[in-house]
């Protein structure tokens, strides 16, 4: 049985907007601004992970911006450090219409999600990392191929944007309660749960799959 794990990294805000709020300046040592939020979302595992899962819009965000940041001598620690991570990591792009990905280490997927993360799955090789976006996440979810969340959640209600987790318009529950078993119902035990001093009042949550 295979013990690599598919972790989902993502942010939203209170209303489930998949976009990262700006906020003021917390500290005027720019070195540690954030670092709280690295160790949380990305630093406290990478070392265990060896491959990227993402989507083509994020794919082509990533490959234009984090191979640069590591040769910024300005650029944060802790930006450099996931340039590092990234660059190292193998990069495997689901998409359709993505004809090329140049970033090294770098391959397209164009068939199905389940074949294929049963396929990686089944290789030897450490842990795997979803980024980016919310509509590779919903995918993932929908076929029930996450090990963990790690959600950065912040203290804002944008009220439109991209919504993390797709919703499907069922019936209501009559009783206000949704059963066990519901249609689309993905049940998570909370690991860990702490605010973080970046991101105006952020909260980290981390949460592994209920039934593994």
Do not use: C
């Not at 990227?52 to 300005?74: A, C, M, N």
């Amino acid at each position: 049985m295979s013990t690599r794990k598919v972790l989902a990294a993502l942010q939203m805000t209170i209303d489930g907007v998949a976009e990262w709020p700006a906020y003021p300046e917390e500290s005027e040592e720019s070195d540690t601004e954030g670092s709280d939020f690295w160790e949380a979302m990305y630093t406290s595992y990478w070392d265990s992970v060896d491959t990227l899962l993402l989507g083509r819009p994020t794919y082509l965000k990533w490959s234009g911006f984090w191979p640069e940041v590591r040769k910024k001598p300005d650029a944060e620690k802790y930006m450099r450090q996931f340039s590092e991570f990234a660059d190292r990591a193998e990069k495997i792009v689901f998409s359709r219409t993505l004809t090329a990905a140049p970033w090294a280490k770098s391959r397209i997927v164009r068939g199905d999600i389940s074949k294929e993360m049963d396929r990686i799955k089944s290789e030897p090789g450490g842990n795997l990392v979803l980024g980016g976006g919310p509509r590779l996440a919903q995918e993932f979810l929908r076929r029930g191929l996450i090990d963990e969340l790690r959600l950065t959640v912040y203290p804002s209600l944008a009220g439109r944007g991209k919504p993390m987790f797709d919703v499907d318009r069922l019936p209501d529950n009559p009783d206000d309660r949704i059963p066990l078993g519901a249609p689309l119902r993905h049940d998570f035990r909370l690991v860990e749960a702490r605010p973080l001093k970046s991101g105006g009042g952020a909260v980290f949550l981390h949460y592994a799959a209920a039934n593994r």
